[in-house]
Every structure is written in C-alpha cells, then in structure tokens.
C-alpha cells in the first residue's frame, strides 16, 4: 500500500533551483596571502647499492647464495629421491640458479642440471 510511504513518493519540482549568488569583489577589499610551504627536501641517496638479483642468490645465508661462492670447486652432491633412495653425484660445480645447479661431469665432460630442493648434502673439496 503506497500510503504507508507518503515520503519515498513525493513530487520533485519541475524548475531547478537557482544557484546561490556569489559576492562580488571590492578592490578595496584586502587580499591575504598565506606564504606557501616549501617542498620538503629531497633524501639524499644511500651509498649502500643493492646488487640486482634474487636476494635468495646474493645472500650466502641461502643455500644459492652459498654455493655461487663454491662455483668452480670439485663438489659431490647427494640427492634424496622419494622418501629412502640417496644418490650421489659427482663434478664441478658451474652454475647455480635459484631452483638448479648445474654439475660438469669430469669423466664425460657434460652437463648435468638438478634439482636443488632434492639436495641434502654437499661435500666441497678444494
């Protein structure tokens, strides 16, 4: 029943209102003006740089970041495959990625990629 809402339904004007008037400016008016700030000043750039790159690879606190220090050294790498089967590889150590390394086999010289959160062990020899 429309009845019960007597304000949700009432007329809107047909004409629009007119807009309030704006006060007109004396010249003899006085005019204040506020000083603007200045700009706060610019920091001065650290001499700290920080290196580009994953901070998983520059930071030797991660096993990346370890190894890219260990790049060129004899390594045996043992890897966990499943939950009991151990296997060991044996190379130099050529590259290091932040999910692989790379293992130079010295017997065939070829390349081996592994996974390097299968690593449990690393032997370095100098």
């Known amino acids: 029943m429309i009845s019960n809402y007597p304000n949700y339904f009432r007329t809107m004007?047909?004409?629009?209102?007119?807009?309030?008037?704006?006060p007109e400016f004396d010249s003899s008016d006085e005019i204040r003006q506020t000083p603007m700030p200045s700009p706060p000043p610019m920091p001065t750039p650290s001499p700290f740089e920080m290196a580009p790159g994953s901070p998983v690879q520059q930071d030797i606190?991660?096993?990346?970041?370890?190894?890219?220090?260990q790049i060129g050294k004899r390594v045996r790498v043992t890897y966990l495959l499943g939950t009991v089967a151990l296997?060991?590889?044996?190379?130099?150590?050529?590259?290091v990625g932040i999910s692989y390394i790379i293992l130079r086999n010295e017997e065939t010289n070829t390349k081996e990629l592994s996974d390097i959160y299968s690593i449990k062990f690393v032997v370095i020899f100098d």
Not at 13 to 19: G, K
Not at 87 to 95: F, K, S
């Open 61 to 69: 606190n991660y096993t990346q970041g370890y190894l890219r220090t």
């Open 87 to 95: 296997q060991d590889r044996t190379g130099v150590l050529e590259n």
């Open 13 to 22: 004007p047909m004409t629009p209102e007119p807009e309030p008037e704006m």
